[in-house]
């Protein structure tokens, strides 16, 4: 049995739970590649907190890491924590049920 295994790309990211968490200008990817779908926030704007700029409106999707255009489960939450934790418990909602 052929595994579909794809290469590490090499260098040093943050990992979460064990699982790489990149951040490219307003997106951020969270999750394995090789794992059925992964999850990424899409900063759509920001606020001004105490002089620093912070994430306001987050986009939410959980996508299929072999077919980018499939997506699973989107939505859009105010704060990146919240968006971030609502986009944990679908991401492990959506790997549960591809196994």
Excluded: H
């Excluded at 490219?24 to 794992?35: F, L, V």
């Excluded at 859009?76 to 418990?89: E, P």
Aim: glycine residues 6%; contains cysteine; charged residues 30%.
């Amino acid at each position: 049995m052929a595994q579909d295994a794809r290469p590490l790309v090499e260098g040093k990211y943050l990992e979460y739970l064990d699982k790489p968490l990149v951040r490219e200008e307003n997106t951020i990817c969270y999750g394995d590649m090789n794992d059925k779908c992964i999850l990424i926030l899409e900063i759509m704007s920001f606020k001004t907190v105490n002089g620093k700029e912070v994430p306001k409106d987050i986009f939410i999707q959980v996508i299929d890491s072999k077919d980018p255009t499939k997506i699973i489960k989107q939505g859009k939450k105010d704060g990146l924590y919240d968006a971030f934790s609502i986009g944990l418990v679908w991401l492990d909602m959506a790997l549960k049920s591809a196994q």
